[in-house]
């Protein structure tokens, strides 16, 4: 497996804009609630946004005691309040309705290249719309896990159902700084091969961040360098027929979870 890593005190040049959960602690108190938000940025530094009724598809919390619809506690607000009654692990699934977005030729040529898309770079030239604009749907498939009171169990492992899923292989609160973890991406339930998956840090300024191609099996490992929170992003495009609006239909992929100095928590 080939790594890419990097410590940059400047900003990637992304075209695309990443979207995660952020949760007010990976570890809350279980009982009260906590603040969850969507941020919307690039290089892991981003800005909450509405949870939008009408962005919204679904928005769940999977845990040991089963799956609970959080889409009632939607209003617009920048932050939603979320308790974990239930001592354990928590995975929050977000999930977007469609948006459309056109991008001039040059800028999307540059964005599948950056994501990794080679596939939709060849279909493009292939059909002779190299130089044509980027018409494409995109959804956001976005998750986080939490660990209510700092206990743990097998619910991170669990298969929530998003269309682009990055499950776990392993227990996240057996991670450490400097360890391997893994994880398996899914596409519609099935192992997700050739996709490159990025890890991102930041801490001081600074952000760490870590490529990856998932194997034919759908796994991709990385060594984790740094404690704290971490992201992981991964796009999938095909292309898309019967819709007047887009050409291409892209899969958005993120998790974002917590990595221990070294203690077991």
Not at 153 to 163: E, L, N
Request: negative net charge; aromatic residues 8%; charged residues 20%.
């Amino acid at each position: 497996m080939k790594f890419l890593l990097a410590f940059l005190a400047t900003a990637l040049p992304l075209v695309a804009h990443e979207c995660w959960l952020q949760p007010a602690s990976f570890a809350p108190v279980a009982g009260p609630a906590i603040g969850l938000t969507i941020q919307v940025g690039t290089n892991f530094e981003g800005e909450p946004k509405p949870f939008s009724p009408a962005r919204v598809a679904a928005l769940r919390d999977f845990s040991a005691a089963g799956t609970r619809d959080l889409t009632p506690k939607l209003n617009d607000r920048l932050q939603l309040p979320v308790s974990f009654e239930d001592p354990g692990t928590h995975v929050i699934t977000y999930d977007s309705k469609p948006g459309l977005i056109t991008l001039e030729a040059d800028k999307f040529n540059e964005y599948l290249r950056e994501e990794g898309l080679e596939v939709v770079i060849a279909e493009r030239a292939q059909a002779g719309e190299s130089a044509q604009p980027g018409r494409e749907r995109y959804l956001r498939c976005n998750k986080t896990i939490v660990r209510a009171d700092g206990k743990s169990d097998g619910t991170y492992a669990v298969v929530t159902g998003q269309r682009l899923e990055i499950i776990p292989v392993d227990d996240p609160a057996a991670w450490s700084a400097g360890g391997a973890s893994r994880f398996k991406l899914l596409f519609a339930g099935q192992p997700l091969a050739g996709a490159k998956v990025r890890a991102w840090h930041r801490a001081g300024g600074q952000l760490a961040t870590l490529d990856a191609v998932t194997t034919a099996t759908g796994e991709v490992s990385f060594d984790l360098p740094a404690a704290g929170e971490w992201m992981l992003s991964t796009i999938h495009m095909a292309r898309l027929t019967g819709d007047a609006a887009a050409d291409w239909e892209s899969h958005w992929g993120n998790l974002t979870f917590a990595v221990s100095n070294g203690a077991r928590p």
